[in-house]
């Protein structure tokens, strides 16, 4: 076999709000273990991103909700010890609100799944970028998902 470039791969994310408090999942797998991020995951072949984002979110919390506004694009690149490219995404980030319980039932992809008051946010030990695109996901949700 021979060696094959690394690829761009497509994901997705959603930063769901609800009562001013913002659905993070710990990351269970590699990479970011034990980081909390946002809920999401790999768009499947022939699936809308808006559809993607909200399956993972029913996935990983058993959560059921909608998407608002148009996504943010996050790109992560992440280069080996020697320099070589490793891993290249570009996630959309979707704005999301709750539809139905708030109730989590976390799912086997994360360690752990819950809603955080934004003042604990820039604490929690988490994935880059995780506050701006929760924010600005924040500011495209109708006020009563953010009082």
């Known amino acids: 076999m021979g060696d094959w470039p690394v690829m761009p791969r497509l994901g997705v994310s959603a930063a769901v709000w609800h009562a001013g408090r913002l659905l993070l999942v710990r990351r269970g797998k590699a990479p970011y273990a034990g980081l909390w991020s946002l809920p999401g995951g790999h768009v499947e072949a022939g699936e809308l991103l808006a559809d993607a984002a909200r399956r993972e979110v029913l996935e990983e919390c058993g959560l059921s909700i909608e998407t608002v506004g148009v996504p943010s694009l996050l790109e992560s690149v992440r280069h080996d010890g020697d320099g070589h490219l490793a891993a290249h ?16 039932h976390a799912g ?16 929690l030990p988490h994935t ?4 701006r695109y929760a924010f600005e996901a924040r500011d495209k949700l109708p006020d009563e998902a953010c009082p």
């Open 89 to 104: 995404y570009v996630i959309a980030v979707f704005a999301g609100r709750l539809v139905g319980s708030d109730a989590i």
């Open 108 to 123: 086997d992809d994360a360690e752990e799944a819950g809603w955080h008051e934004p003042e604990v946010l820039s604490i």
């Open 128 to 131: 880059p970028g995780l506050l």
